[in-house]
């Protein structure tokens, strides 16, 4: 498995939901797939195993969707965290944006979360 890398860690939220991401707001998740865009330089699989859990500290944005919605899976790519923003992107020509800034805090793009009703 991939030490460092950029991701697509895909969640299923199977039911609408109001969700208070932190600082960022409070936002209507509709039901569907959720497609987050990240990086992770040193523990990428300790990373997504955070992602999977439900019962954690909420720290980033992610966290906020990941206690409520149930992580079916992520694709690994290697390379540096700059990826991460073109992966954002690539996201964004393919799946609506679903939050404005979600995990984005950091960059200049418009959100690293997407939204899919179907995969």
């Known amino acids: 498995m991939l030490e460092s890398g950029i991701y697509i860690a ?3 939220l199977t039911e609408r939901c ?3 991401v932190g600082k960022l707001g409070c ?3 509709d039901a569907g797939f959720y497609l987050y865009a990240g990086s992770a ?3 990428l699989r300790t990373r997504l195993e955070r992602h999977a859990r ?3 500290s909420l720290r980033w944005h992610v966290d906020y969707l990941s206690s409520e919605a149930t992580m079916i899976g992520a694709m690994m790519v290697p ?3 700059e990826q991460e923003c073109r992966l954002a992107r690539e996201l964004g020509k393919v799946y609506t ?3 404005p800034r979600f995990g984005a805090s950091d960059c200049r793009c418009a959100g690293h979360l997407f939204y899919a009703r179907e995969l």
């Open 97 to 99: 944006l679903a939050v």
């Open 54 to 56: 439900k019962d954690k």
């Open 18 to 20: 109001q969700i208070q």
């Open 10 to 12: 895909v969640f299923d």
């Open 79 to 81: 390379g540096p965290r």
């Open 27 to 29: 936002f209507w998740f």
């Open 41 to 43: 330089q040193r523990t």
